[in-house]
């Protein structure tokens, strides 16, 4: 296996302690505080980290032990990360977004012995929770506590600023480090899963690394590896981020700003100028209805030469030749248009990478055609998580890719995609049936169908367990046909529905502008969208009846999971008997 910054053993400590030697003044993290971005450098993370390790052995913490982290995306998670690896300690990420029943049980499933998270109400929920056991004592929190903050009686409060404080002697990282080996766990993530409770991925080391240099190979192809500059926004509980937010820039030498939020990132990509980013296939939806919108609100001949710069982006992506005419539109275009779009994401981007979900080819395409580069990828918690990438300059939007360096892809006699590497997990913690029926014979089954083309490329079809068998036993894959349907403008959220039934039925959340209208003229103008859309699917793939949800789906009302991605089982509960009840409709 090659590796690609180092000969030191698969130790995700040992790699960022080896980049803070290497390159001890370089900046690595930055976040803004009172409204300006401050940064730390390769040193001074080094000295927090060593100087939160050393606290956390003096509660009591012991190589083995499992430590929960909650907090949005910012320097002192990632401080905590590294501090807890370093103790030979388990990280167990959680969602900001759980609600505290989602807590309990993630602390009690893993058997926690401490946690370590932000302030306010993720504290908050945390004191609720804590104080329903007695096994753990000690929470370290990133922020101060208010006033009206309570924590409960026997549970200590200690403070992240006052533990990390530069005085004193500093403490050399590398003398501390738990000289774990690289079969050892270094994390504990939680599936986001659409149903039921989540399964606990338990990753190793060598893993992650694996993970690791395969990302770097794939980078370097791109020429992408140098100087990277990454905007970090998906959150770092995710496997994701965790490998490919966190991990890799830090043994890249690169700089990891944190984006401030969803609502900033149009600022934020502006301020900070990325070079890469990670994301999944939600963001480059909104980014590109935001786009749209903006061209079809100026009109006139702004719209004109933004519609011919996708087209002619569009013919040359599909490999046709440009007539002469067209050759001196597109090179005029090239500055006109597409150069604005790309400043619009601050002028830098080599590459956005999308993962977590299925990347609608359109929305792929539409951004190729501007020239903004899109690396789609696909992966899963229990591969640390990545297991296939399309490659700079050979890209193939509606595939996820060749398998990356370092992992073997095959299909099964159903179609199912199995996967086997080195990033293969250990296994689910305390759920030995389900990692009996996950890795067999060392390959991982991933639940999803796939097909495999000559080149290697993989597209995914569907999700086993999604899949939909109408009565007249037609496969259809959901995600397909969502994707069809949502990209009509009228359409902003979309599930379908219909497993042993005659056809598709769907649930809908229009689109914002139809909020002021009725519900007649929402549902005329989305059947429109819903017609239009039929002429890109077969006849059992299209929605014959819908009906207009009652909010949107959203992580808030658990009807999304925090990467974005439909919880169907809940979505189905809430409006199961009125889309039993369109069946009745004529």
């Given amino acids: 296996m090659f590796t690609a910054f180092s000969t030191q053993p698969a130790h995700l400590v040992r790699r960022f302690a ?308 067209e050759l001196v539109l597109d090179k005029l275009l090239e500055g006109l248009v597409r150069k604005k779009v790309r400043q619009r994401f601050g002028g830098r981007l080599a590459y956005f990478v999308s993962g977590g979900a299925a990347l609608n080819p359109d929305i792929g395409t539409f951004f190729l055609a501007l020239g903004v580069n899109i690396l789609q990828g696909y992966g899963q918690t229990e591969a640390s998580p990545l297991i296939s990438a399309n490659r700079p300059g050979r890209i193939r939007i509606e595939t996820v890719g060749p398998a990356v360096d370092g992992v073997e892809v095959k299909l099964g006699e159903d179609g199912e995609l199995l996967a086997r590497g080195d990033c293969l997990m250990k296994g689910y913690w305390r759920n030995q049936a389900a990692t009996e029926e996950t890795l067999v014979k060392g390959w991982l089954h991933t639940g999803d169908i796939a097909t495999i083309d000559g080149d290697g490329y993989i597209t995914i079809t569907g999700r086993k367990k999604d899949m939909i068998v109408n009565s007249g036993g037609d496969n259809i894959a959901p995600t397909k046909v969502e994707a069809e349907y949502g990209i009509e403008p009228e359409i902003a959220q979309i599930m379908v529905w219909g497993d042993k039934r005659p056809h598709l039925v769907a649930v809908i959340v229009p689109a914002d502008e139809l909020a002021a209208l009725d519900k007649a003229e929402q549902t005329a103008k989305i059947g429109a969208a819903i017609r239009r859309a039929e002429a890109r699917l077969s006849g059992y793939e299209r929605v014959r009846h819908f009906l207009i949800a009652n909010e949107a789906f959203s992580v808030e009302n658990s009807q999304m999971t925090p990467t974005l991605k439909v919880r169907r089982h809940v979505v189905s509960q809430v409006y199961e008997d009125r889309l039993a009840g369109l069946y009745r409709t004529p």
């Fill in 18 to 325: 080896e980049q803070a030697r290497l390159h001890p003044d370089k900046p690595l993290f930055f976040e803004k505080t009172g409204g300006e971005w401050r940064g730390l450098s390769y040193t001074q993370t080094a000295d927090q980290v060593s100087r939160l390790a050393r606290y956390l052995k003096t509660l009591g913490l012991k190589p083995g032990d499992h430590v929960v982290l909650c907090g949005e995306n910012r320097v002192s998670w990632a401080v905590a990360d590294l501090a807890i690896m370093t103790m030979g300690a388990v990280v167990v990420p959680a969602y900001t977004t759980n609600t505290a029943d989602d807590h309990a049980y993630l602390v009690s499933h893993s058997e926690a012995k401490l946690v370590i998270c932000s302030g306010g109400k993720i504290a908050d929920t945390l004191f609720t929770v804590l104080a329903e056991q007695d096994r753990i004592t000690n929470i370290i929190c990133m922020d101060p506590l208010t006033e009206a903050q309570e924590p409960p009686e026997g549970l200590d409060v200690h403070l992240f600023d006052e533990i990390t404080a530069v005085s004193g002697e500093a403490v050399l990282l590398e003398e501390i480090i738990y000289p774990a080996d690289e079969e050892d766990p270094a994390c504990l993530i939680y599936t986001s899963g659409t149903g039921g409770r989540p399964k606990a991925v338990l990753l190793t080391h060598k893993s992650i690394q694996a993970n690791i240099d395969a990302a770097f190979v794939l980078l370097a192809e791109g020429r992408a590896e140098q100087g990277a500059v990454f905007l970090s926004l998906l959150p770092l509980s995710h496997a994701y981020e965790h490998t490919a937010g966190l991990h890799l820039p830090v043994q890249m030498a690169a700089e990891v700003w944190y984006c401030e939020g969803r609502d900033k990132i149009s600022a934020n990509l502006a301020e900070v100028k990325p070079t890469l980013m990670t994301a999944v296939p939600r963001l480059y939806e909104l980014l590109h209805d935001r786009i749209t919108k903006g061209v079809a609100a100026k009109g006139g001949l702004s719209a004109k030469l933004f519609a011919a710069a996708v087209r002619l982006g569009r013919k040359k992506l599909a490999c046709k030749r440009l007539g002469v005419a």
